[in-house]
């Protein structure tokens, strides 16, 4: 599937996280949003691959689980997940409030608000969309 093929925000984050593990970082980059804060960092699409090659190809996403979407406002969702980076003593488990716009072109990732473990020590499966409304720190990236 292709960003062209997304029909549905779960499949745009499907489709990100299957770029992720395969290390198709130009099609994570593709996925932003144009008004995208990252695009903001980097603006030029060259820049962000010769960055991924040499930082993010050492990072495992070893699971992910979708828990959820709404709906903001027409064309615009919120998708809570959660995604475990890398093995043992090493891994990491992250929380994600993905924020999704529909385009022209289809579903777009725009930022997301994101916990790690030290901010929520509850059970994975029960994390839910309140643990994010009540968070002290709103930062989107």
Same mark, same amino acid.
């Given at each position: ?6 029909? !549905?925000?779960? #499949? ?16 994570? $980059?593709?996925?932003? /949003?144009?008004? =995208?804060?990252?695009?903001? /960092? ?9 960055? &991924? ?5 050492? *990072? &495992?996403?070893?699971?992910?689980? !979708? ?21 043992? =003593? ?14 022209? =072109?289809?579903?777009?990732? /725009?930022?997301?608000?994101?916990? !790690?473990?030290?901010? $929520?020590?509850?059970? *994975?499966? #029960? ?11 709103? *930062?989107?990236?």
């Amino acid at each position: 599937m292709t960003l062209d093929e997304v029909t !549905t925000p779960s #499949e745009l984050l499907n489709q990100r996280m299957l770029a992720l593990t395969q290390g198709d970082f130009g099609l994570i $980059y593709d996925s932003y /949003h144009p008004e =995208a804060p990252f695009l903001g /960092h980097f603006p030029d699409r060259s820049e962000y691959l010769e960055f &991924a090659q040499q930082q993010l190809l050492e *990072i &495992a996403l070893v699971e992910w689980k !979708t828990f959820g979407q709404r709906e903001k406002q027409k064309g615009k969702v919120e998708i809570l997940l959660w995604m475990r980076i890398g093995e043992g =003593a090493a891994a990491q488990d992250l929380f994600e409030l993905a924020l999704l716009f529909q385009t022209e =072109a289809g579903w777009r990732y /725009h930022s997301a608000q994101k916990l !790690t473990s030290e901010d $929520y020590s509850g059970s *994975i499966d #029960e994390i839910s969309f309140l643990v994010f409304d009540q968070a002290v720190q709103k *930062i989107r990236f």
